[in-house]
Nanobody, 126 residues
Framework: QAPLVESGGDSVQAGGSLRLSCELL????????MAWFRQAPGKEREGVAS????????EYLDSVKGRFTISQDSAKYTNYLQMNDLKPEDSAMYYC???????????????????WGQGTPVTVSS
């Protein structure tokens, strides 16, 4: 059983919106960092958005700034990635990641996260 479970991936037309959800199934520390990564076929995995749940600091991939927003619902132990104005180049498998974070920064490095979901696919058509 995966420690994180993603949902919300779908096939949409360019310009559409989706909201991805990530439910935490295990404790990752009192000061949690949560992030979304994505990987398209033949390409390296890249950080999309990151959130430090203690400080509220967020970080985004340049190509999604102004279009994507990461947030959390602490009562439901869930974080979300709201994706607006989707483009074909956003098509990828999206992975949720989480781990304890020491400071107030929101890391975008893959090595900062030890807990990963299995992914939810997003396909954006022209």
């Amino acid at each position: 059983q995966a420690p994180l479970v993603e949902s919300g991936g779908d096939s949409v037309q360019a310009g559409g919106s989706l909201r991805l959800s990530c439910e935490l199934l295990q404790y990752t520390g009192r000061r949690k960092c949560m992030a979304w990564f994505r990987q398209a076929p033949g390409k390296e995995r890249e950080g999309v958005a990151s959130l430090n749940t203690r400080s509220g600091t967020t970080e985004y991939l340049d190509s999604v700034k102004g279009r994507f927003t990461i947030s959390q619902d602490s009562a439901k132990y869930t974080n979300y990635l709201q994706m607006n104005d989707l483009k074909p180049e956003d098509s990828a498998m999206y992975y949720c990641a989480a781990d304890w974070c020491q400071g107030d920064a929101a890391p975008m490095q893959e090595t900062a996260f030890g807990f990963w979901g299995q992914g939810t696919p997003v396909t954006v058509s022209s």
